[in-house]
């Protein structure tokens, strides 16, 4: 935890109420908001909850072609109005706006398990994580902040499905930027849910607006948009990494928070047990979907047997099933282009799967995508595992002779945004936090340690 964040107590009678609450929710239609209005095009999707599929959340307009086009010349129209007012003026509205989701912290947290599949403690995590990001914004946010402002697109995946949009959303808005959000397709409703909170709050129409779209189609459209003056890409999905490699203007701010790796070398740790547990946290958490979820360990000879041995003890241990029981480690992948996913690269690595990658089938589980993690060694260093992140509960090991050449493993690897190490040799960490060339580095602990919404910042959305 950050020295300027929150902790909050968690509470898991005023959880399991918010839950069972949002189970009975009114299902209901969702239009893209453009301009305040509620724009349809009755095209309708309906998506469904990971854990059950046989909980959905009403309908959601599929955009027709065009929609983000008009999203931000709408954003354009606005932006002029919303840039003028004093920042005092405008970080009111997300004072009001951190109230309002403090006060509603639960059954915002219960959506997010119904939406994604996190656990209880996963779900409050991400509110939390939401709940410190507008804080900071507010405190941070000062007069005299000079650059400027525009349409800014902000394009987000499953793998922080509140706190990533939200929290970018907030720090653009603040700095006097309007914004097209465009969340997942695959949990829309949290967003949708401070969606609502802002209108009754009384944001002027046209700063945010809100579209979602089942077939990816939109995300480029906004992406090309000329008129943006930045936009932010965060997650995991192929439509996110293929806009790495779009052709967009040169004068374009881009805020890139895409999932990678998030390796971690393991150099004489002293508990091995303890060296488990967090590698185990790191990898499997949200099954693996975080943004900053491990799928690469590099493990100094020496200590390869004790950790291995040490991992496939702990790993049994796991509960995977439900994520609304409050024992449960781990709950579903997040859609079924996952599961098959997840099915294809473990069948692939078949032979080298030390552990897991069977589906978990009992009553509970039936009707969701629920897998047991896999750990997985002996790979080709070519093989796409080894280097690419997959975004799914696979943890694969590598054994390197030395510590050196954990550096190296580490320099060849696409990290993403963070890498970590566990040692107790302290001129090992020294060595990796002077030379690993990521953004976070993480020493002795859980990559769970690490919060998404990294550029939300005020001045991260100024030219």
């Known amino acids: 935890m950050r020295d300027s964040e929150t902790h909050f107590s968690y509470d898991d009678e005023k959880f399991e109420a918010a839950f069972q609450a949002a ?41 027709e072609s065009g929609t983000a086009e008009l999203a931000v010349e709408v954003a354009l129209k606005n932006h002029p109005q919303w840039s003028k007012l004093s920042v005092r003026e405008r970080a009111k509205y997300f004072e009001s706006l951190l109230e309002t989701v403090k006060a509603q912290r639960y059954r915002l947290a219960a959506m997010v398990l119904l939406s994604t599949g996190m656990t209880r403690q996963e779900s409050v995590a991400e509110v939390d994580n939401l709940i410190n990001t507008i804080s900071s914004v507010c405190k941070n946010t000062k007069d005299g902040l000079k650059g400027k402002t525009g349409v800014w697109g902000i394009i987000t995946s499953f793998n922080s499905p509140l706190a990533s949009p939200i929290g970018h959303a907030v720090a653009a808005m603040a700095a006097g930027n309007t914004v097209v959000v465009m969340p997942s397709k695959y949990c829309p409703v949290p967003v949708f849910m401070i969606y609502e909170m802002l209108e009754a709050i009384g944001l002027p129409a046209g700063v945010m607006n809100l579209i979602v779209d089942r077939k990816d189609c ?55 047990k303890a060296a488990a547990r967090d590698i185990l946290e790191s990898a499997f958490r949200y099954s693996g979907q975080g943004l900053f979820s491990t799928s690469k360990i590099i493990i100094t000879a020496e200590d390869s047997n004790k950790i291995i041995n040490a991992l496939l003890e702990k790993v049994r241990e796991l509960k995977i099933g439900d994520p609304a029981d409050a024992d449960t480690f781990s709950g579903p992948l997040i859609s079924e282009e996952s599961g098959k996913k997840f099915i294809k690269k473990t069948d692939e690595a078949r032979g080298n799967i030390l552990f897991g990658a069977k589906k978990v089938d009992n009553e509970t589980t039936r009707n969701g995508l629920y897998f047991t993690p896999a750990i997985i060694t002996g790979l080709d260093d070519d093989h796409d595992l080894m280097y690419m992140d997959s975004g799914l509960p696979i943890l694969c090991i590598k054994t390197v002779q030395d510590f050196d050449s954990a550096l190296q493993e580490i320099e060849e690897t696409e990290c993403g945004l963070s890498a970590g190490i566990i040692s107790k040799d302290q001129r090992a ?6 030379e690993a060339d990521v953004m976070f580095k993480f020493v002795n602990e859980s990559s769970a340690s690490l919060k998404p919404a990294v550029y939300a910042r005020a001045e991260a959305f100024l030219k």
């Open 23 to 63: 189970l009975q929710n009114k299902k209901k239609d969702h239009p893209s908001y453009i301009g305040g209005l509620k724009v349809a095009s009755g095209h309708l999707f309906t998506p469904k909850s990971p854990i059950d599929s046989s909980i959905v959340f009403g309908t959601f307009q599929e955009p």
């Open 218 to 272: 939109s995300y480029e459209q906004l992406a090309n948009d000329p008129e943006l003056e930045g936009i932010v890409i965060s997650g995991s999905a192929e439509y996110l990494e293929e806009m790495i490699f779009l052709m967009v203007d040169d004068e374009l701010k881009v805020l890139n928070e895409l999932k990678g790796m998030n390796p971690i070398i393991v150099h004489r740790p002293g508990d091995a």
């Open 429 to 434: 960490v020294e060595r990796f936090l002077s």
